[in-house]
């Protein structure tokens, strides 16, 4: 890091993080953004690799500890201007600090669940994946199994969403999420999909045993696919005037049933 400050918006880096606010751009450089001070806070207490921080002078002084901390940590950092940090960062009122990170997908399509896991498909909103991830790390999930066809899993929002705790999840992006949970189910796990009408609520399931849940997309639900393949099919009771739940919500009633019978 040099003592000048970035002030053009004309800069390459500049340009080259702009990019990083769209899902092809962070796929072509396999880099994406991590916005504001708990989630570079958590990143660099789990030593979770920084190629680039870029921050204001403000933002430095008042962050000594955590500005030490990202110049040992972080392969460049770059002072720059609070304009060129809002043209960076994906929020409107930034931090003043924005980091650049290698996508890091975990590799744990061999992993047996001992506790809980959760598997979705197809989900859309950043909002709903970042609100899973933080409540699943909350109440003791193993790893959370993804269809490719679902939101980035490092979407700034997906990350904002889970207010740090998306490090602290191992999460596997599949093209074949049936072939996961086949192989779940070698190892006597019970697969648990949530559907909109069954013959069990939620809290009449033992979830002493290993379980894998089954999440679906935001309106359509799973597919007929994987509901064929669950070994238990549960629903969330509604009162008659309500169609469904959002699948964040319904997703943390669950878990947190599986919490309570195991504590």
Same mark, same amino acid.
């Given at each position: 890091m040099t003592n000048l400050i970035i002030t053009s918006l004309k800069n390459p880096l500049v340009k080259q993080l702009r990019k990083l606010h769209r899902s092809?751009?962070?796929?072509?450089? !396999? %880099?994406? %953004?991590?916005?504001?001070? !708990?989630?570079? +806070? +958590?990143? +660099?207490? %789990?030593?979770?690799?920084?190629?680039?921080? #870029? #921050? +204001?002078p403000q933002w430095k002084k008042c962050h000594q500890q955590l500005w030490q901390t990202i110049t040992r940590q972080a392969q460049r950092v770059e002072l720059v201007s609070p304009e060129v940090l809002s043209a960076i960062a994906t929020t409107v009122n930034p931090d003043g600090v924005v980091a650049v990170a290698p996508r890091q997908l975990s590799q744990q399509s061999d992993v047996i669940i001992k506790h809980l896991g959760l598997l979705a498909e197809r989900l859309q909103d950043p909002g709903n994946l970042g609100t899973i991830i933080r409540t699943a790390v909350a109440t003791g999930v193993e790893g959370l199994w993804l269809s490719r066809d679902s939101v980035d899993f490092d979407h700034p929002k997906v990350l904002r969403a889970s207010a740090g705790e998306w490090f602290r999840l191992p999460i596997t992006v599949t093209n074949n999420l049936a072939q996961t949970i086949q192989e779940q189910q070698k190892h006597n796990i019970q697969v648990i999909a949530t559907v909109p009408q069954a013959g069990k609520t939620y809290w009449e399931i033992d979830f002493s045993r290993p379980s894998l849940i089954l999440l679906g997309n935001e309106g359509a639900g799973l597919s007929a696919e994987l509901i064929a393949l669950a070994d238990e099919l549960v629903t969330i009771p509604l009162d008659s005037a309500v169609e469904s739940l959002n699948v964040a919500i319904a997703t943390a009633l669950i878990l947190y049933e599986a919490k309570r019978q195991n504590s």
């Open positions: 092809k751009n962070r796929h072509q450089q !396999n %880099l994406f %953004l991590l916005e504001g001070n !708990n989630t570079i +806070t +958590t990143a +660099t207490t %789990l030593n979770y690799p920084l190629a680039i921080v #870029c #921050c +204001t």
